[in-house]
């Protein structure tokens, strides 16, 4: 029996009080316990161990070395584990490596990736860390800024080769079809255990995949992870991580800050303060002038805080410099029709619903241009105003 954990948890040691974003001890060294007849109780091996060495080390533990060497074979990196257990041989690999691309793919932050050996840790992002983990097992000291030339290219060698190792042994992605039940297949998305062809990642070059060019994750980590708790319900944690957002160096990005108001204005929404949820995303659009989200999202704040005559007007100055943005369209075409300017409005609902690129918007416009001017209209309308007011 082998028991195994897929990930730890952040628990604020490093901002981040979940998991997802970094790759510290805390949320990658995880629990590995193995049971077998041929196993002596209570041996706690000090070998660094890889979850890429269980396969391998179950196999040895039932057929021996030979299937042992025929499931690495077959699976790529990783060994068994026994012979280090036993006190026989040494751990199959002395370097672990990690990465996590949710920052880069969400929020178009550097690519985050980590080498460790038993007695140092390299984090690889736009500021890179260097950690003795002897003298410093939490990762609160970062040795980088004052390392050696040498030790530097020494620990980029490394994660050279491990993302050389890791690159040749992939061979793309292979997923699983999903076989369960919809009520189960629905747990598992919402908890994202489940993944679609097209959001795969594949690995690039070498070079590409040692590129950390973007935001450091660790400036990101308290916007986004505000974002999450909005999605969560937990308005004072989100509330909290933003203000301490606001209070960092990060803050002076002007994506970060952008991305930051766009938060603020969402959790105002959510305690139903309109007015400031509007001026929240005036200042996203201050920050970050081509930031969509916040343009029609100001529009959106006016139009559920019972002002679409101050919504309207807005999103017809923000019409001007964007006139094919296709949600802005769509909320201000709401903005008329909460207006009682239904003509005007079904005339700019009916276009998108023909012309619009997004299906989703394409959708909408059409079901509202349709309503509209109908006896269900003042339904409709109450399900915009009030069916969202917690994630606009």
């Known amino acids: 029996m082998a028991v195994i954990s897929d990930h730890?948890?952040?628990?604020?040691?490093?901002?981040?009080?979940?998991?997802?974003?970094?790759?510290?001890?805390?949320?990658?060294?995880?629990?590995?316990?193995?049971?077998?007849?041929?196993?002596?109780?209570?041996?706690?091996?000090?070998?660094?161990?890889?979850?890429?060495?269980?396969a391998a080390t179950i196999a040895d533990l039932a057929g021996g070395g030979r299937a042992a060497r025929e499931v690495s074979s077959r699976f790529g990196d990783g060994g068994s584990l026994i012979p280090a257990i036993l006190g026989r041989g040494?751990?199959?690999?002395?370097?672990?490596?990690?990465?996590?691309?949710?920052?880069?793919?969400?929020?178009?932050?550097?690519?985050?990736?980590?080498?460790?050996?038993?007695?140092?840790?390299?984090?690889?992002?736009?500021?890179?860390?260097?950690?003795?983990?002897?003298?410093?097992?939490?990762?609160?000291?970062?040795?980088?800024?004052?390392?050696?030339?040498?030790?530097r290219?020494?620990?980029?060698?490394?994660?050279?080769?491990?993302?050389t190792r890791a690159i040749r042994e992939s061979g793309g992605p292979d997923a699983e079809p999903l076989d369960a039940d919809p009520e189960t297949a629905d747990a598992l998305r919402a908890l994202g255990y489940t993944v679609s062809r097209q959001r795969i990642d594949l690995p690039g070059s070498v070079d590409e995949e040692m590129n950390f060019e973007g935001f450091d994750p660790k400036d990101i980590?308290?916007?986004?992870?505000?974002?999450?708790?909005?999605?969560?319900?937990?308005?004072?944690k989100a509330e909290g991580k933003l203000s301490r957002f606001f209070r960092s160096q990060a803050a002076r990005n002007p994506a970060l800050r952008s991305l930051a108001h766009q938060n603020a204005?969402?959790?105002a929404?959510?305690?139903?303060?309109?007015a400031r949820a509007a001026g929240e995303y005036e200042k996203a659009l201050r920050a970050e002038?081509?930031?969509?989200?916040?343009?029609?999202?100001?529009?959106?704040?006016?139009?559920?805080?019972?002002?679409?005559?101050?919504?309207?007007?807005?999103?017809?100055?923000?019409?001007?410099?964007?006139?094919m943005d296709e949600r802005l369209r769509l909320h201000h075409a709401l903005s008329l029709a909460l207006l009682g300017q239904r003509s005007p409005a079904i005339e700019i609902l009916d276009r998108l619903a023909k012309d619009a690129k997004d299906p989703e918007i394409a959708g909408v416009a059409a079901l509202y241009a349709e309503k509209i001017g109908s006896a269900e209209e003042a339904r409709y309308l109450d399900v915009y105003l009030h069916a969202e007011t917690t994630t606009p």
């Open 90 to 151: 040494q751990a199959p690999d002395s370097v672990a490596y990690s990465e996590s691309i949710h920052s880069r793919r969400a929020y178009s932050a550097s690519g985050i990736k980590a080498v460790r050996t038993a007695n140092w840790k390299m984090i690889a992002c736009a500021r890179p860390e260097l950690y003795d983990l002897n003298r410093d097992p939490a990762e609160r000291f970062n040795l980088w800024p004052t390392a050696s030339e040498e030790k």
């Open 289 to 323: 002038p081509s930031n969509p989200d916040a343009a029609w999202g100001v529009v959106y704040a006016w139009n559920v805080g019972g002002r679409p005559e101050a919504g309207e007007r807005r999103g017809r100055e923000l019409l001007h410099s964007r006139p």
């Open 269 to 274: 929404i959510m305690r139903r303060q309109f």
């Open 153 to 163: 290219e020494a620990a980029l060698g490394i994660l050279r080769e491990q993302i």
């Open 221 to 236: 980590v308290d916007v986004a992870l505000a974002g999450r708790d909005l999605e969560n319900g937990f308005l004072k």
């Open 8 to 54: 730890g948890e952040g628990l604020a040691a490093h901002l981040e009080d979940e998991h997802g974003i970094f790759v510290y001890d805390e949320d990658v060294r995880v629990a590995c316990i193995l049971a077998a007849p041929n196993l002596p109780a209570g041996v706690v091996s000090g070998a660094q161990a890889r979850t890429t060495d269980v």
């Open 265 to 267: 204005a969402k959790a």
